[in-house]
């Protein structure tokens, strides 16, 4: 059965767990696998800490607004802000030093997802992730 | 996040539980930074009841990896889940954090 919903916040980091417990709800509830749900879990609160940090550099009181959809093959995650769009092609992909204490959050959305597009969307960020049922 | 602190045989042993999750990396680093006090230190973080890490817990943990190694104290983890192990291994981190199957385990190379 499709499920479509969304969720609204506002740019603070205390927020950011009630975003990844409403989609692993979801997730759970439409039967994807708990390594799945694991992953989602992760890389929406990756890419939500992304946008509070870096495209409204830590201003809090600025609106996020994620949907979700869910059908027989794949959950799609859309986050928009209403800052600049995220050039997420100035980040290299550098292997990862170790004994860094940041900067894991791009590479973790990345191994964790199926798809991620960074764009643009009504004068704001549109961050798009899909992870597949069956991948 | 809370936590409890107890003393096992010279070994600290903090029991973590709840989310080490972005919101709450300040206050995780502030707690370890008391409790690496010198070269003496010996601080074991028990991970048996935490549900879930993500970037910026990984980063406090790796920060105070560092900086105790720095000291000469050591910093340990223990019993990590299959998620927490998971995002170790994701980043990395699993190559340079002292990471231990169970306290006991942890207890024992600590006070080694």
Redesign the interface.
Known sequence: MAVSDTFLLTSELARIADARHWATGHASGAGFSEDAVWAVDLALGEALANVIRHAYGGREGEEIRIALTIDAERLVLEIRDSAAPFARELFRAEPLDPLRTGGYGLQLIDELMDNVVYTSADCGGLIRMVKLRNA | MQHSISDQHGITVVVLEG?L???EAPALRDLLGSLVAGPQSRVLLDLGQVS?I???G???L??AH?RAEEAGARVGLAAPNA?VR??FE????D??LRIYDSVPDGVAALGA
């Open positions: 989310e999750e972005v919101s879930f993500d970037s910026s990984i980063g406090v790796i920060g560092r998620g998971r995002v994701l980043t990395r981190t190559r340079v």
